[in-house]
C-alpha cells in the first residue's frame, strides 16, 4: 500500500467539506468575487464554470497531495492513489458499463418498441433502407458530429462535469476517509453526502424556473439528491472495489447520456418486466463483475492507498 493510515476522522471530514463547499463556491466567483461583468452569452457563462470547476479540481487534489500521509512522492504512486491508472484499463471501462447498463434493461425494451413502431410507420408510408437513405445519413454523419461537438451543453454532461466531480468526490474524498480509518461501508455511503451538496446550488435556479414555487422546487430539487446519493453510493462502490478512477468515470458518463431508468411505461408491461429482470441481474452480478482481482494483478499486495483489495 502506498498509503499509511494516520489522517484523524475529524481532519477527513473537514477537508470533504471544504472540497465540496468549495466546488459550489468557485462556480460563483467571477461575479462575487472578481467583479466580472455578465457573461454575453449562455457558451460564455458555462465556459467560465468550466474554467472554475477545473481549477477546484486541481486545488481539491494538491490538498489531498499535501494532507494525505504517502509514502512516496513519485507520480506513478500518486496518481494510483486517486485511481488514475493504465493497467487494467479495458476491464475498468467494459465491466463497470456493462454491469450498469443492467439497470436500464427497461429503457432499452422501451426505446427498441419505439424504434421498431417508428420503422414500421416508415415503411407503411413508402419508406425503406434504399442507397439513397444510407447516402443522406452518410453526408448528415459530419454536420451532426461537429454540432454535437461544438455544444457546450454535451461537454457539460459528458466531460467537464464527469470528470471534475469524479476527481473531487471519488478521487480525493475517498482515500482521505478511508485512511481516516472510516469503514469502506461508511465510505460508500458518506461520500454521497458531499456530492448531493454539491448540487443544492441548483435550487435557486430550479426556484426561479418553477415560478417561485417553494414546493414543486423542492421535490425536484429531492428527487435530484435522492438520485445523486443513490449514484454517488454505486460510483463510490466502483472505485473502491476497482481501484481506478475510469470506472466510476465512465459510469458517471453513461448514466448522464441515458438519463434516469425507465421502470413503467403506459400500456407496456414488459418494459417493467425487463427492468425487474435488469435489477435482480443487476445485484446478482454487482460483487462478482467488480471482484478486486479482475483489476489487479495481485491483490494480496496491491498499490491502492488503503487496501481497497481487502474488501469483507
Known amino acids: 500500500m502506498e498509503v499509511e493510515v494516520g489522517l484523524s476522522k475529524p481532519v477527513a471530514l473537514i477537508a470533504c467539506t471544504a472540497m465540496a463547499l468549495f466546488y459550489v463556491a468557485i462556480l460563483y466567483a467571477p461575479t462575487l468575487i472578481l467583479r466580472l461583468p455578465p457573461p454575453s452569452s449562455y457558451q460564455e457563462f ?14 481539491s487534489v494538491i490538498v489531498c497531495v499535501l494532507i494525505l500521509p504517502t509514502r512516496s512522492r513519485e507520480a506513478s504512486s500518486l496518481l494510483g492513489v486517486y485511481g488514475i491508472r493504465m493497467d487494467h484499463i479495458w476491464q475498468a471501462v467494459v465491466f463497470p458499463l456493462s454491469l450498469t447498463s443492467l439497470m436500464y434493461a427497461g429503457s432499452w425494451v422501451l426505446k427498441s418498441m419505439l424504434l421498431l413502431n417508428s ?24 454536420g451532426w458530429t461537429y454540432s454535437t461537438a461544438s455544444n457546450v451543453l454535451v461537454w457539460r454532461n459528458y466531460v467537464v462535469a464527469p ?34 451538496l454539491a448540487h443544492l446550488n441548483h435550487w435557486m435556479e430550479i426556484y426561479s424556473r418553477e415560478n417561485y414555487s417553494f414546493l414543486k422546487s423542492s421535490m425536484v430539487v429531492g ?15 466502483l472505485f473502491i472495489r476497482t ?52 483489476y489487479n494483478d495481485r491483490t494480496d499486495n496491491c498499490r491502492c492507498w488503503h ?6
Open 46 to 59: 458555462m465556459i467560465r464554470r468550466f474554467i472554475c470547476a477545473t481549477i477546484s479540481s486541481i486545488v
Open 243 to 294: 481501484g481506478h478512477l475510469v470506472a466510476s468515470l465512465s459510469a458517471h458518463i453513461f448514466c448522464n447520456f441515458v438519463g434516469l431508468p425507465v421502470l413503467f411505461a403506459r400500456g407496456k408491461g414488459i418494459v417493467s418486466v425487463a427492468f425487474v429482470a435488469g435489477l435482480m441481474a443487476f445485484l446478482w452480478f454487482l460483487f462478482p463483475i467488480t471482484r478486486p482481482d479482475l
Open 223 to 237: 428527487l435530484q439528491l435522492g438520485y445523486t446519493v443513490v449514484f454517488g453510493s454505486y460510483a463510490s462502490f
Open 163 to 196: 470528470l471534475t466531480e469524479e476527481l473531487v468526490f471519488r478521487a480525493c474524498m475517498i482515500p482521505l476517509l478511508l485512511c481516516g480509518e472510516f469503514r469502506v461501508s461508511n465510505v460508500i455511503f458518506l461520500c454521497p453526502i458531499f456530492f448531493s
Open 307 to 312: 487496501g481497497y483489495c481487502s474488501w469483507n
Open 119 to 142: 420503422w414500421k410507420e416508415h415503411v407503411k408510408h413508402g419508406g425503406g433502407l434504399s442507397l439513397d437513405c444510407i447516402k443522406n445519413v452518410l453526408q448528415m454523419f459530419p
